[in-house]
């Protein structure tokens, strides 16, 4: 069975990248365009692992975590958060969310979907 994962980002280019690099590593992919789409998403699929941008048009992703992490169907589900904002700030924002990582921008195509292969249990 292929593992699920929603990839959540409101730039249509990397959205469409990071859908295809982890096809075709083998997951079945949904995707999100706004923060409020990945929650909904989310509760419904309960993927296995969620791959979210931080800055949302609706909401930072990191708030959208927040937000499933109160949920108990969803509050279990890894997220990494894919972003190019990992400076101080932004790297305690995402420290702050269990279960949780994350891979700068930009993503390098060869390692992607390994990378977030070894977030899923």
Do not use: W, Y
Not at 22 to 41: H, Q, R, Y
Not at 48 to 64: C, W
């Amino acid at each position: 069975m292929k593992k699920k994962v929603l990839v959540v980002d409101d730039n249509a280019n990397n959205l469409m990248l990071e859908k295809d690099l982890l096809e075709v590593a083998g997951f079945e992919v949904f995707v999100a365009e706004t923060a409020a789409g990945s929650i909904a998403i989310a509760r419904k699929e309960k993927p296995d692992i969620i791959v979210m941008d931080v800055r949302l048009p609706d909401m930072r992703g990191t708030e959208a975590a927040r937000i499933l992490r109160q949920d108990n169907e969803t509050r279990d589900i890894p997220i990494v958060f894919v972003t190019a904002s990992v400076m101080g700030e932004g790297r305690e924002e995402i420290n702050a969310i269990t279960n949780s990582g994350f891979i700068g921008k930009p993503i390098d195509t060869r390692t992607f979907a390994k990378e977030i292969s070894e977030f899923v249990k």
